[in-house]
């Protein structure tokens, strides 16, 4: 499968965007999705996942209550709606996906597939 992130850009501190992620080859249906983000010269992590059929979702503490992620199967497509951003979110988002989890959901060798990184640059 192959997964084509979108939608980042430069934002003011406040502002909004969201983050599209569209897989082409097959369906995503069965695949658990989640975004991790990297900053320059530190690690990729987690920030957010959510089920096959989008029943349980799980966000990094410094996320919750301003991003939700959210799944159209039927357009094979996660999203990830970024609120109230602060200039900490900068960073590049990586969209990732596996059938069946070998570890933790939050790890990122737990997925294998990954897409191409989308750029979020928040202004202060």
């Known amino acids: 499968v192959q997964l084509q992130a979108c939608g980042g850009g430069l934002v003011q501190a406040g502002g909004s965007l969201r983050l599209s992620c569209a897989a082409s080859?097959?369906?995503?249906?069965?695949?658990?999705m989640a975004w991790f983000r990297q900053a320059p010269g530190k690690e990729r992590n987690s920030v957010a996942g959510i089920s096959t059929i989008g029943g349980y979702a799980w966000y990094a503490d410094s996320v919750k209550g301003r991003f939700t992620i959210s799944r159209d199967n039927t357009k094979s497509t996660v999203y990830l709606q970024m609120n109230s951003l602060k200039p900490e979110d900068a960073a590049v988002y990586y969209c990732a996906a596996v059938t069946v989890l070998r570890g933790s959901v939050t790890e990122r060798g737990s997925y294998d597939y990954w897409g191409q990184g989308t750029q979020v640059t928040v202004s202060s």
């Open positions: 080859g097959r369906t995503l249906s069965n695949w658990i």
